[in-house]
């Protein structure tokens, strides 16, 4: 069984920068997506951004494009989001998510349905 567990988060100033990890464990597979969305108040969920175990491959929204970079650490098995530039606009919890395989077709609109989720951190972006 896969187990997320988030840190980071918190409140910070338009235009600064967050940093969210996600600690996993329980992967029986080596092929495997860790991903993060985003709900925010009155909104759908969002899938920010995800990358691929095996080869490292990321994927943006548009919405985050250039500004938030997803990477990881294989030794710890820990996935992390780097938030640059936020804007009130991403105000919202995040949740890390997580799913074997191998096919990243339509992989950002799948991550709401991942099998398997942290407990979500809210980030706030106000002055």
């Known amino acids: 069984q896969v187990q997320l567990v988030q840190s980071g988060g918190g409140l910070v100033q338009p235009g600064g920068s967050l940093r969210l990890s996600c600690a996993a464990s329980?992967?029986?597979?080596?092929?495997?997506?860790i991903g993060w969305l985003r709900q925010a108040p009155g909104k759908e969920r969002e899938g920010i951004s995800c990358?691929?175990?095996?080869?490292?491959?990321?994927y943006y929204a548009n919405s985050v494009k250039g500004r938030f970079t997803i990477s990881r650490d294989n030794a710890t098995n820990t996935a992390y989001l780097q938030m640059n530039s936020l804007k009130p606009e991403d105000t919202a919890v995040y949740f890390c998510?997580?799913?074997?395989?191998?096919?990243?077709?339509?992989?950002?609109?799948?991550?709401?349905?991942?099998?398997?989720w942290g407990q979500g951190t809210q980030v706030t972006v106000s002055s």
């Open positions: 998510v997580a799913e074997s395989g191998n096919n990243d077709y339509g992989l950002l609109a799948r991550l709401p349905f991942f099998s398997s």
């Open positions: 329980g992967f029986s597979s080596k092929s495997y997506f």
């Open positions: 990358i691929k175990s095996t080869d490292g491959s990321t």
